[in-house]
């Protein structure tokens, strides 16, 4: 996965090629060449991703989320976090497969749904309003409200094929080709990797 950095698809140290930002969160533990990688492994790398997914954006926003830095309670949120995505993980799989998320998981989103409601307001761009999705965090738990939000509608989505784990890595992505025919995560990272050792294999045969 080195080789493709400089692409756009790492911002950060993060990848993102999944087309909903979600699924970019689930591929915060890919398989680099040195085996699967936590790429949130405290809260410094949770900030960093938080702002590199645009997740949080205000610098009122950006300043808070700097002061959770040594927050014991971060911490605490962080692994609940991460016990999460691998909850998510096993529902997207199962989604792939053509099943659906196990009861147990939907109940946990939504009690989540509940606790943390997505917040929107109205802005006037030129003469236009706008509803925009308001997150001004204030405690580490507050970050539930985007996560669980993206899940439930990552769960409810009326094209459901579309998501899809890459036929030669961990990564998952939401297909947005016009054909509906992507197969990897990205051309720069296992496209070109496979497509070299089909090659390598006909010449060899
Ligand atoms: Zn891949």
Redesign the pocket.
């Known amino acids: ?1 080195q080789a493709s950095q400089k692409a756009n698809e790492w911002i950060d140290g993060f990848l993102f090629v999944a087309n909903r930002p979600i699924l970019d969160f689930l591929n915060t533990k890919p398989v680099l060449t040195d085996g699967p990688t936590e790429l949130l492994p405290d809260v410094r790398a949770l900030e960093r991703w938080l702002i590199a997914s645009g997740m949080v954006t205000s610098s009122k926003a950006k300043a808070v989320v700097r002061g959770w830095r040594q927050s014991p309670e971060a911490a605490a949120f962080l692994k609940q976090l991460i016990a999460f995505r691998e909850r998510l993980r096993e529902a997207v799989v199962r989604i792939e497969n053509g099943s659906s998320p196990a009861n147990a998981f939907l109940a946990e989103v939504n009690s989540l749904l509940l606790q943390y409601p997505r917040h929107t307001s109205l802005r006037k761009r030129d003469r236009k309003l706008i509803r925009e999705t308001l997150f001004e965090p204030r405690k580490p738990t507050d970050l539930w409200a985007p996560i669980v939000n993206a899940t439930a509608d990552l769960l409810a989505e009326t094209e459901s094929s579309r998501i899809r784990q ?6 998952h992505f939401f297909d947005t080709s016009k054909k509906g025919s992507r197969r ?3 051309m720069n ?3 070109n ?1 496979l497509k070299v050792a089909a090659y390598q294999r006909r010449k060899r045969g």
């Open positions: 996965m890459c036929k030669s890595c961990v990564v990897w995560c990205s990272i296992c496209g990797k």
